[in-house]
């Protein structure tokens, strides 16, 4: 999957005021890996992406390829883009899996 | 901070009232005694960007009957082209091909008919308006005939509740994907005629276990239930998003005026939506806090299944008490 795309049956939605406090809790190091900031509504069950998570589902427009999303992570975290890459295709390859992603 | 507001920084779901005024007059009907001033096609669409702003994701009209008011396909459009999913519940009477073409055309994504009993003469002494089963069932066939997508939804009640199969049957020959059994509400005419029209505790719990039993074994129509009370059934294995009731949760109530209530059957206003900052209402408004944090009364002190039921219905224990955290009067334990 080079460019993936958002399954537009989900709907989906930052929970802002979650994100902020996830990333207020992140500056202090706290453990915030369990804590959903993005929520999606797929046939009446939601579903939760932690911040990380949420970021790469957030960039999946169908556009922006892996390389891409990986930049873009890894220009937020300020880390190397190789550091994230493997992350970012093992992530988008579990969505696409469930049918969350499709490719464009 | 409630768990609801830690998590949702605003509702998934309004059900949104654009006029009390219906061409029926429905025994058990929440609003048909109602009367509400009207907004302007201008400020319901101020009432769409807020919702936008807010992220709410999906509106359901309901009323009233939808599609007698003048505004509804204008604000429909402009709703979807917002972003917003939107959804729509009808008596069915003014949905022929046309009306259902143009639902579609202005990004409806679903419509919900209401149908009360399979049999016509049933369906029509419960809504008080003969030829409203031909009328509704018409509208299903219109519905599948544009491909819009059609849910049915069934008040379940003394007319019904042992007939509820041929109910899925009648969903079945009529393209229907989703049928609601929706819980008997003693609100408006429903508290009125409560006494000929509501279950007993004992009724309602053996009408769960039949109907969850049904459910399970049923895999070409998904049955869907609202009632918070189910939840103390262990045969009920559904995760839901909240415990017990979902409304001032999951969802929020607009009134014709833009009033918010927590949902269409308990009349406490919270605030205005074009007067009020939406975000003090969600997060701050004392009576969504108090039915996010129910407390155990009576003979819910002790009960083992509060922790999945909450209580039970809020509105329901709201409609007979004046109290949120009363038991709900359908709990059967």
């Known amino acids: 999957m080079n460019k993936p795309l958002r399954n537009p049956e989900i709907v989906w939605r930052v929970e802002k005021r979650r994100q902020a406090e996830v990333l207020k809790a992140l500056e202090t190091g706290e453990d915030v890996a369990d804590t959903g900031t993005v929520i999606l509504l797929l046939s009446g069950m939601m579903h939760q992406l932690n911040l990380i998570g949420g970021m790469i589902w957030e960039q999946c427009d169908g556009q922006k390829t892996l390389a891409d999303i990986a930049g873009e992570l890894a220009k937020e975290f300020s880390v190397e883009q190789a550091e994230v890459e493997s992350d970012v295709a093992e992530f988008v390859a579990d969505l696409a899996e469930r049918g969350w992603l499709i490719n464009e | ?333």
Request: with cysteine; aromatic share 10%; hydrophobic share 35%.
């Open chain 2, 1 to 333: 901070m409630s768990e609801v507001t830690e998590m949702f920084s605003a509702p998934l779901t309004f059900n949104w009232t654009l006029s009390y005024r219906c061409n029926f007059t429905c025994d058990h009907c929440y609003s048909r005694d109602e009367e509400c001033p009207e907004l302007i096609t201008d400020d319901l669409k101020r009432i769409v960007d807020i919702l936008v702003e807010q992220q709410v994701p999906f509106i359901n009209f309901g009323g009233g009957e939808p599609l007698i008011c003048k505004d509804l396909y204008e604000i429909a459009e402009y709703a979807s082209k917002s972003g917003l999913n939107v959804s729509m519940n009808s008596n069915g009477w003014l949905l022929d091909e046309a009306a259902a073409q143009r639902l579609k055309d202005v990004g409806f994504k679903s419509v919900g008919i209401s149908i009360d009993s399979f049999e016509p003469s049933l369906h029509d002494g419960f809504r008080n308006m003969p030829g409203s089963f031909e009328r509704a069932v018409h509208g299903l066939d219109a519905l599948h005939k544009v491909g819009l997508k059609s849910t049915m939804s069934s008040v379940i009640s003394r007319i019904n509740y042992q007939a509820f199969r041929e109910l899925l049957d009648l969903a079945r020959d009529h393209g229907v994907g989703q049928v609601y059994l929706h819980n008997f509400k003693c609100s408006g005419r429903g508290f009125k005629n409560r006494e000929d029209l509501d279950l007993t505790p004992e009724e309602w719990q053996a009408f769960y276990l039949e109907a969850l039993a049904v459910k399970h074994q049923t895999k070409d129509l998904k049955i869907s239930f609202d009632d918070p009370v189910i939840a103390s059934l262990p045969e009920y294995q559904e995760k839901t998003m909240v415990k017990g009731s979902s409304c001032g949760k999951l969802s929020l109530h607009l009134q014709p005026n833009g009033d918010i209530t927590p949902c269409g059957f308990i009349p406490v206003v919270v605030g205005n939506i074009l007067n009020d900052d939406f975000e003090s209402i969600w997060f701050d408004s004392p009576v969504l806090k108090a039915m996010r944090s129910k407390e155990a009364t009576g003979k819910c002190s002790g009960c083992a299944a509060f922790d999945d039921c909450q209580g039970g219905c809020t509105a329901r224990a709201f409609a007979t008490t004046g109290d949120f955290n009363q038991p709900d009067p359908h709990c059967w334990k």
